[in-house]
């Protein structure tokens, strides 16, 4: 499962941080690629503020210029390579191409209405346009990010994921 893209339309979720975090994770082990597909290039604001020691120990994160510079690199990875994606907070070309590109698609959510309803409203949409397109089914796994260690699962929540199951969307809990 070499390409992992973590989207969701919805800003401040999760989606850099945990990229960053699990391309560390697999760096020792693998041949692993960061991707910075949003326009405020968190991650590479944040790959430039190291200081140069740690930069020699860190993954180089890559950006492209053009969607044919994107559809490249996801051909380029092998099996034994990892391209980690942190798309943007937003639905655009660039974002789409990489859920279509990406083996696993991962959406964080915290347990909050908001984040929720932009998964179940917004982003399911993108997801049933894209498989409709493509006539195969085109999914994300929905990562619960941010939840208060003491926090029960809400009945919001449970709420949420019978209604994900109800509308045959392609969002997987
Ligand atoms: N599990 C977590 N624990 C603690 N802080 C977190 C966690 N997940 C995210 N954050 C913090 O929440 C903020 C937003 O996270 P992040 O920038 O990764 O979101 P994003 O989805 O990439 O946002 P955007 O769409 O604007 O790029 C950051 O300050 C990040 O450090
Ligand atoms: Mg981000």
């Known amino acids: 499962m070499p390409i992992i893209n973590f989207s969701h339309q919805k800003g401040g979720v999760g989606k850099s941080l945990l990229s960053y975090h699990l391309a560390y994770l697999l760096k020792d082990n693998y041949d692993v690629q960061l991707l910075d597909l949003d326009n405020q290039k968190s991650l590479s604001s944040i790959h430039k503020l190291r200081n140069h020691k740690l930069q020699q120990h860190s993954i180089p994160i890559k950006t492209v210029h053009s969607k044919h510079e994107l559809i490249d690199l996801i051909n380029s990875i092998d099996d034994n390579q990892y391209l980690i994606i942190d798309s943007g907070g937003f639905d655009s070309l660039y974002t789409r191409l990489a859920i279509l590109g990406a083996d696993i698609n991962i959406s964080p959510t ?64």
């Open 110 to 173: 915290a347990d909050k209405t908001i984040e929720l309803l932009a998964l179940v409203t917004a982003y399911d949409s993108t997801l049933h346009q894209l498989s409709r397109k493509l006539r195969k089914n085109i999914s994300c796994y929905v990562l619960l990010n941010r939840i208060h260690h003491s926090a029960k699962i809400s009945l919001i929540l449970i709420l949420f994921c019978l209604n994900l199951n109800i509308s045959k969307c392609s969002t997987h809990l």
